[in-house]
C-alpha cells in the first residue's frame, strides 16, 4: 500500500491513516490498484479507511483504450 509514493506496511495501514486523520480532518482518500490486485485486497484497504474514520473515499480507474 502506498500513501503519496509512501509506502505504507500493511499492518501499519490502520494506525498511518487514523493519525492522517487527526492532523487533517478533512482527509481524503483514493484508491486506486492494479488489474492483477486481488479484489478482497482493496476491500481491507477500503475498511480500513473507513475504521479510521475516514469518509471522504474514491475509487480511481484507468481509461482503457
Do not use: H
Not at 503519496?4 to 480532518?25: M, T, Y
Not at 485486497?41 to 483504450?65: F, H, M, P, Q, Y
Request: avoid cysteine.
Amino acid at each position: 500500500v502506498y500513501w503519496n509514493d509512501k509506502k505504507v506496511e500493511s499492518d501499519k495501514l490502520s494506525a498511518f491513516l487514523k493519525l492522517e486523520k487527526q492532523i487533517r480532518p478533512d482527509v481524503a482518500v483514493i484508491v486506486r490498484a492494479e488489474g492483477k490486485t486481488d479484489y478482497a485486497a482493496v476491500l481491507r484497504v477500503l475498511d480500513e479507511v473507513k475504521g479510521a474514520g475516514i469518509s471522504k473515499v474514491g475509487l480511481a480507474t484507468d481509461k482503457k483504450n
